[in-house]
Each structure stands twice: as structure tokens, then as C-alpha cells.
């Protein structure tokens, strides 16, 4: 596997072919780093590539600041993915990281690129090679009890690798979407699964929603649901987990289907908890031949279920509180706490920061024109916007009925204008749709960058707020 290593202009930083085998490459600024790169942004220790025991490259982020773009997919720092040769890597802003197969290469084929499950598949292989070695020392008559031995121990290796591996992750994500993707990820590692949904309850509407899923398509939520309605709302209002061949719940969901009638040949659905309180779902199902959950996994999947409760109503309520509900960005609260972490990182290292705040224009008269839903609709559109436009380390946030904000560390004066003018023109000439209408939007730009005047977080603040009232005193569209 060739490594080249660019940066943002092109030039070459790294560029050979070291073994990935064994423990592999650590790349890092570290002098105990395979291959040094002394770039900012770049940590002591960064991420290692190697190739595993089943053949597959995988990545381990080591202790990158911001995560790790694979394929334009951001990894969470910490976690270990296999990924397929030829991927294109982004450690920064300014390094990236071209896996080039070399010709000769033979190359093992990665069916997926799932963060996890890792020790899942590591531990089982490592268990059936050392089988594999017995099986030379003894004679061929044991082989049948040997096998028999593989397999349990196979089984009981699964089971607590996939216990270690939900704790571990589990406890490492803070993404609310990310969490709800490695829960359905891990259900179906766990069980071997074919389909899966978590619903979690929505107080306000008094309902459970599907948050995610995953293998299911449109129709068959619409059709293949109806059939296991009824347990699902069993498991909801009891707390009691179903699990095992469709033919032991012959209870009809909606239009007096049942999941045998569906096709469906093994179910589960499993309650989601936080403490003594049912917060949601966990469903697996799947239509493959042969019974797959079975009472083995039945034990496993509840304490699965247990840890995965805690953990989503944790990072749900952190979500909450730290988000726009409208436009699902930040919110002001976290905006304030990063203003003035990120402002106390760069006067400590002696680094630039800017500030960028916005407000939309004429909003008042927008809302009233073309009503409160249209409005909502104007503020999810400029919320896109700006997150489009941010970094990796960037924060974009609403901070008022209709202002935004976006924090740039390590951004000096002219970085920010250039994004603020960027800004402005996508904004301008977006069309937003209102019935058989479209509605335009333009929105007023103020920045404000790090100097000596600026000895605290809230003198950039209102240097930004003053630059923002002079754009709006031009007529507004504009950037100052």
C-alpha cells in the first residue's frame, strides 16, 4: 500500500510504501511516530493504519483534535474502522492522505466500513486460529469434539466482546445520530439481524417515533411495521422483551396481519429504559431462513438494550439542551461556553480568532408576510447554510429569533471575510419555496478577529455586534 501525504496546495509531505502488518504505521507529530508531520492540527499521536487478523486495513484514531474525514465520512476521535484501499483521508484542514494500491497488491475486499463491531471480529478470529493450531497436534478422532469446543468457545467469545464493545463505545459518543447509528449497528452484529428501528417516545405528541434505522426501505416500513405493531407496543407499555422465531407471536398487528404473514422469520424488540422509566424500542427482525434470535442471544440483547437506554437518553437530553430545536444547530447557551473556551485556547497558544455574526434581513416582516411555518422554513435553510460553510472545528449556532453565528478558531481577519462574503452571496441567491411562491432571503455580516483590544470573550462579541449594526445601517446584504 503506497502513502502519499499532501497538503492543501498539493505538495507532498510524505510519500512511501511502509508495511502495514503487525502493528503497522502511526502517523503523528510524535518522534516515536512511524511517519512524522509537523503540521498544525496535527496531533502527537494521530492515527495508526494497519492491516488486522482477517486481512482488512483498518484505522485507529489515536488522539486527533476534531476526528478524522474518511471518504468525506467524519470519524469520532478514538474509534477503529476498516476502511478500503484506495480511501482518501483528511487529518486536517491542510493534510490529507491518498491510499494508493500498488500494482501487485493483492487486496482483501472490506464489506462494509463500520467503526464497529472491531474486537468482535478479532476475538473470534484469533480463537479459531488458535483451534486451527490444535488441530495439527492431535489426532484426527478428536476433531468432532474439538469443533464442538470452537464453536461454544466461539460463542462465549462473542458474547463478551460484544459486552466490551457496547461499554467502550457506549460511554465514548457524544453525537446523538452517531450513537443511535452504533446502536443499530451493534444489534445487528450482536444477534445477526437483518433489519433494524429504534422508536423512542415523544412526550409532547404522546407516541413512540422512529429516530433510526437501518436495511429498511419505505414500503416495507409501511406494510412489514403494520404486522409488528401490536408487539411493539406490547413491549412499550409492559417493558417486556419478545424475542424468537415469528411463529411464537401469532398476536395480528394493524389490518390483522402478523409478522409470519409478512414474511418475517425471527423477531425481536427489546425496551429502551431509563431507570424504571420505558423511553423506547430497540426492533430487530429479520426474513433470512433459520432462526437466528434465539433465547442465546436473548440475555445478551437485553443488557445491550440496558446500556444503550442510559446512553441515548444521556446523549439525547445533552442534544436537547445544547440545540436549536428549529434549525438543530447549536444554541446560544453552547455558543457562549465555545466563545469562551475557544477564545482561552487562542490567547493561550497565541493564535488568531474570528467571530462572524448574522442576522437575516426584514425577518419580522417576512414572518408576517408569509406566516410562521415559512419562516421556520427560512431558518432551517440559513441553519444549512452555515453548516455547510464550517470546518471540522468550526461552530455555527442561532442566537437569536433571527441571528446566527460562527466561531472560526485559528482564523485570522481576512479568513473570516472571505467566509462571510461566501456566506452572503449563497444566501442571496437562494430561493426558499412558500406555497407556489419562493422567497428570498438576504442576511447582514459582521466580523470580528482577535487583537490587542480584545483581552476577553465578550469584547469580540461586541465588536462583531458592531461591525454587524454597521452592515445593517448600509442596507443590509452587506459584510463588515
Known amino acids: 500500500m503506497k502513502i502519499v501525504i499532501t497538503d492543501k496546495s498539493g505538495k507532498i509531505l510524505y510519500e512511501g510504501s511502509p508495511s502495514l502488518h503487525g502493528n503497522g504505521v502511526k502517523i503523528g507529530t510524535g518522534n516515536d511516530c512511524d511517519i512524522q508531520l509537523n503540521k498544525m492540527g496535527i496531533a502527537r499521536n494521530h492515527l495508526q493504519l494497519r492491516y488486522n487478523s482477517d486481512g482488512h486495513l483498518t484505522l485507529q484514531d489515536l488522539q486527533s483534535p476534531f476526528g478524522i474525514l474518511v471518504n468525506q465520512t467524519r470519524l469520532q476521535p478514538g474509534f477503529i ?31 462494509g466500513e ?22 495439527n497436534k492431535i489426532p484426527r478422532q478428536h476433531y468432532a469434539a474439538l469443533s464442538s469446543a470452537e464453536g461454544e468457545l ?82 412499550f407499555e409492559n417493558g417486556e422483551s419478545l424475542i424468537g422465531p415469528s411463529v411464537k407471536f401469532k398476536q395480528p398487528g394493524r389490518r390483522g396481519k402478523s409478522p409470519e404473514d409478512a414474511g418475517i422469520v425471527s423477531v425481536a424488540v427489546v425496551p429502551l429504559k431509563e431507570g424504571a422509566t420505558n423511553t423506547g424500542v430497540l426492533y430487530i427482525d429479520t426474513k433470512h431462513t433459520g432462526n437466528i434470535l434465539t433465547a442465546r442471544t436473548d440475555q445478551l440483547l437485553k443488557v445491550f438494550a440496558a446500556q444503550a437506554g442510559v446512553a441515548i437518553s444521556r446523549t439525547r437530553m445533552f442534544h436537547h439542551a445544547t440545540s436549536d430545536p428549529v434549525t438543530g444547530i447549536a444554541n446560544q447557551n453552547l455558543f457562549l461556553k465555545r466563545l469562551a473556551e475557544e477564545f482561552c ?32 422554513r427560512i431558518l432551517k435553510e440559513v441553519g ?15 442566537t437569536g429569533p433571527d441571528s446566527f453565528a460562527m466561531l472560526l478558531p485559528e482564523t485570522a481577519f481576512a479568513g473570516a471575510q472571505i467566509v462571510a462574503n461566501k456566506l452572503r452571496s449563497t444566501l442571496s441567491s437562494t430561493k426558499i419555496r412558500a406555497g407556489s411562491r419562493s422567497i428570498q432571503v438576504s442576511g447582514s455580516f459582521g466580523i470580528a478577529s482577535s ?21 445593517q445601517k448600509r442596507g443590509g446584504n452587506q459584510v463588515a
Open 114 to 135: 463500520r467503526i464497529f463491531p472491531f474486537f468482535l471480529n478479532s476475538n473470534e478470529n484469533f480463537v479459531r486460529q488458535c483451534f486451527n493450531q490444535m488441530r
Open 451 to 471: 487583537s490587542k483590544n480584545t483581552g476577553k470573550p465578550g469584547d469580540l462579541l461586541k465588536v462583531a455586534e458592531k461591525a454587524l449594526k454597521q452592515a
Open 384 to 398: 444549512r447554510i452555515f453548516k455547510n460553510a464550517m470546518r471540522i472545528n468550526d461552530l455555527v449556532a442561532r
Open 81 to 111: 474502522t476498516t476502511i478500503k484501499p484506495g480511501a482518501f483521508l483528511e487529518l486536517t484542514d491542510d493534510v490529507f492522505i491518498h491510499l494508493q494500491i500498488e500494482a501487485g497488491e493483492a487486496i482483501q475486499p472490506v464489506s
Open 345 to 376: 485556547r487562542a490567547q493561550r497558544h497565541q493564535k488568531d480568532i474570528s467571530l462572524i455574526l448574522m442576522d437575516i434581513d426584514h425577518f419580522s416582516a417576512l414572518n408576517e408576510t408569509h406566516g410562521a411555518n415559512n419562516g421556520d
Open 154 to 235: 466461539v460463542s462465549r467469545i462473542k458474547e463478551l466482546s460484544a459486552v466490551l464493545e457496547v461499554t467502550y463505545a457506549l460511554n465514548s459518543i457524544s453525537s446523538f445520530p452517531r450513537l443511535l447509528d452504533f446502536t443499530l449497528e451493534m444489534a445487528l452484529a450482536v444477534t445477526g439481524g437483518e433489519r433494524a428501528m429504534i422508536m423512542l417516545f415523544n412526550e409532547e405528541l404522546s407516541r413512540l417515533e422512529t429516530v433510526a434505522m437501518h436495511n429498511f426501505s419505505q414500503a416495507e416500513i409501511t406494510s412489514d411495521m403494520q404486522a409488528t405493531a401490536g408487539l411493539v407496543s406490547r413491549c
